[in-house]
T-cell receptor
């Protein structure tokens, strides 16, 4: 069965609204969670890294006030896109890691469309 | 220079042939290397990981690593149409924790 889940799998929202995406680790304790964004025909772009119980570390150019990340437990991290605009429309994917160098899994992704 | 480089393709091979995908990286302290397969509209799935110089085989897949030349490759034997996807190379550097740097991916098309 799936090790990592994301919810919702897709969402359509109006410009200016906020959207929360959940990433859940189902079978193991994820000490670190990574959030990526992928535009069509482009590669994964790392947005931020979050460790359980600490503030997320954002990559250069990613606005931390716009993309709020919360990693409150070893099984759940959330990404909130605040005041979403059409240019935020993308495929958002989480990756969880923990317990060893090869213990890492991608979530199934969330397709966000902002009208 | 990009940290991890791949030819974007598309790479077209006939069914049953060997597909060869290449990746070069710039950081000499890179320690772990991964190949992911990504179907359109889906998230990446791990195919192979390799840590030491040489070849590592898993079924129809063989990963090859040459740290001196800073390249890693993926060979797919007996290519099938279901192998048609984008293949992402990812690198983890020493001291980087679980952070991976991804290449832009190579699109593979296996034709009947």
């Amino acid at each position: 069965g799936a090790v990592v889940s994301q919810h919702p799998s897709w969402v359509i929202c109006k410009s200016g609204t906020s959207v929360k995406i959940e990433c859940r680790s189902l079978d193991f304790q994820a000490t670190t969670m990574f959030w990526y964004r992928q535009f069509p025909k482009q590669s994964l772009m790392l947005m931020a890294t979050s460790n359980e119980g600490s503030k997320a570390t954002y990559e250069q150019g990613v606005e931390k006030d716009k993309f709020l990340i919360n990693h409150a437990s070893l099984t759940l991290s959330t990404l909130t896109v605040t005041s979403a605009h059409p240019e935020d429309s993308s495929f958002y994917i989480c990756r969880v890691a923990g317990g060893g160098t090869d213990t890492q899994y991608f979530g199934p992704g969330t397709r966000l469309t902002v009208l | 220079q990009k940290e991890v480089e791949q030819n974007s393709g598309p790479l077209s091979v006939p069914e049953g042939a060997i597909a060869s995908l290449n990746c070069t990286y710039s950081d000499r302290v890179s320690q772990s290397f991964f190949w992911y397969r990504q179907y359109s509209g889906k998230s990446p799935e791990l195919i192979m990981s390799i840590y030491s110089n040489g070849d590592k085989e898993d079924g129809r897949f063989t990963a090859q690593l040459n740290k001196a030349s800073q390249y890693v490759s993926l060979l797919i034997r007996d290519s099938q149409p279901s192998d048609s996807a984008t293949y992402l190379c990812a690198v983890r550097v020493t001291g980087g924790g679980n952070k991976l740097t991804f290449g832009t991916g190579t699109q593979l098309k296996v034709e009947l």
